[in-house]
T-cell receptor, first 114, second 112 residues
Framework: AQSVTQLDSHVSVSEGTPVLLRCNYSSSYSPSLFWYVQHPNKGLQLLLKYTSAATLVKGINGFEAEFKKSETSFHLTKPSAHMSDAAEYFCVVSIRGGYNKLIFGAGTRLAVHP | DTEVTQTPKHLVMGMTNKKSLKCEQHMGHRAMYWYKQKAKKPPELMFVYSYEKLSINESVPSRFSPECPNSSLLNLHLHALQPEDSALYLC???????????FGPGTRLTVL
């Protein structure tokens, strides 16, 4: 069965410092993995998607994630946090390709302090 | 253009009211989804439509009635809701051959 675990419910960083949001997954198949961001009272915005083409995936707004099969991890990073990065981040795994149900992690709230 | 629009942005309704939520996309996606999101929780899938036909119903109570009148439009009809149904309702869409879903901004529903 597919599942995803976000290892931190809250992460707090200072503006200009690196961001690391951790995600581990479990999948019987070669998974599709996503990171979505949700700003307060907004919908979900796709940050990036892994589909096995490359293990390092670059997304929008300077975010990137590295797929590590041996560690079953898909951690999200950004070299330098900006105040506008403060939001809820969801790591998501797809059950299979094509339209279908997504499995969401519990979310990580990122706070950015000046 | 990867935009999904939802109306209204906010909705307050009584338990005896009937209201509808609307979702629209013009990306040519033939799969559309309704999610419910409670505060500080991830979205929970409610319904999936493919080719305008209901393909997944996640055991949602019948007081929620989805409708997909055409390939661009998805409605969620609400009737006799309970206060615990208050939540953010998100719509999403995708191509049938991909699992990448694009989300709308949501409708914030409050049931009094």
């Amino acid at each position: 069965a597919q599942s995803v675990t976000q290892l931190d419910s809250h992460v707090s960083v200072s503006e200009g410092t690196p961001v690391l949001l951790r995600c581990n997954y479990s999948s019987s198949y070669s998974p599709s993995l996503f990171w979505y961001v949700q700003h307060p009272n907004k919908g979900l915005q796709l940050l990036l998607k892994y589909t096995s083409a490359a293990t390092l995936v670059k997304g929008i707004n300077g975010f990137e994630a590295e797929f590590k099969k041996s560690e079953t991890s898909f951690h999200l990073t950004k070299p330098s946090a900006h105040m506008s990065d403060a939001a809820e981040y969801f790591c998501v795994v797809s059950i299979r390709g094509g339209y279908n149900k997504l499995i969401f992690g519990a979310g990580t709230r990122l706070a950015v302090h000046p | 253009d990867t935009e999904v629009t939802q109306t209204p942005k906010h909705l307050v309704m009584g338990m005896t009211n009937k209201k509808s939520l609307k979702c629209e996309q013009h990306m040519g996606h033939r799969a559309m989804y309704w999610y419910k999101q409670k505060a500080k929780k991830p979205p929970e899938l409610m319904f999936v439509y493919s080719y305008e036909k209901l393909s997944i119903n996640e055991s949602v109570p019948s007081r929620f009635s989805p409708e997909c009148p055409n390939s661009s439009l998805l409605n969620l009809h609400l009737h006799a809701l309970q206060p615990e149904d208050s939540a953010l309702y998100l719509c999403a869409s995708s191509h049938l051959t991909t699992d990448t879903q694009y989300f709308g901004p949501g409708t914030r529903l409050t049931v009094l």
